[in-house]
């Protein structure tokens, strides 16, 4: 069975960097033929997808957060990572790690979610 | 503002049958990508209900039924039950710019 869980800092301070990581255990990231995601979703909002990477590091972003993320496969630890830069209030959210087939896919297995408030 | 549009909310005695729509544009929906639905309980993550526009994963009862028209896609439920009561999203691809997925903003059932 696939496990996803996100980890990282739950507080980050405004103009600070966010960092997330997701551990895949149950099947493996190298050479899989599957996206891995991140996605947010803030309090009380809908669901926003952030950015995916496939296997062979290829990365896909959202066009509105291309400019500050970074999404990186650390296939060692069978883990893949987030970075958000210069994070404000707005990027306050629970965030996902999420796995789809294609890039047009549905994200069929998921994370449990990591609430990342951005606070001073 | 989400890029594809549904109700807020939506209600319905239990046993009923309930329609919430996706209204998309020529970019995503209309373009043929494929539709997405999903179920969010409180506190949990997302849960696929219909893969490619109106296909069930195995475990997701035949109450849930999922179209697509044009730019536009709906999700029925029938029969409802109290534990349908739940945030139900839509999700699509978007083929302007550099692409993007899309979601709907969500809409909120409740089972009276």
């Known amino acids: 069975q696939l496990l996803l869980q996100e980890s990282g800092p739950g507080l980050v301070e405004p103009s600070e960097t966010l960092s997330l990581t997701c551990t895949v255990s149950?099947?493996?990231?190298?050479?899989?033929?599957?996206?891995w995601a991140w996605i947010r979703q803030s309090p009380g909002k809908g669901l926003e997808w952030i950015g995916s990477i496939y296997s062979s590091g290829i990365t896909y972003s959202n066009p509105s957060l291309k400019s500050r993320i970074t999404i990186s496969e650390d296939t060692s630890k069978n883990q893949f990572s987030l970075t958000l830069g210069s994070v404000t209030a707005s990027d306050t959210a629970v965030y996902f790690c999420a796995r789809h087939l294609r890039v047009t896919a549905s994200f069929d297995d998921w994370g449990q979610g990591t609430l990342v408030t951005v606070s001073s | 503002q989400a890029v594809l549009t549904q109700p807020p909310s939506v209600s319905g005695a239990p046993g009923q049958r309930v329609t919430i729509s996706c209204t998309g544009t020529?970019?995503?929906?209309?373009?043929?990508?494929?539709v997405y639905w999903y179920q969010q309980l409180p506190g949990t993550a997302p849960k696929v209900l219909i893969f490619?526009?109106?296909d069930r994963p195995s475990g997701v009862p035949d109450r849930f039924f999922g179209s697509k028209s044009g730019t536009s896609a709906s999700l029925a439920i029938t029969g409802l039950q109290v534990e349908d009561e739940a945030d139900y999203y839509c999700?699509?691809?978007?083929?302007?710019?550099?692409?993007?997925?899309?979601f709907g903003g969500g809409t909120k059932l409740s089972v009276l």
């Open positions: 149950g099947g493996s990231i190298s050479g899989s033929p599957y996206y």
């Open positions: 490619g526009n109106s």
């Open positions: 999700q699509s691809f978007d083929g302007s710019l550099s692409g993007s997925l899309v």
């Open positions: 020529s970019s995503n929906i209309g373009a043929g990508y494929d």
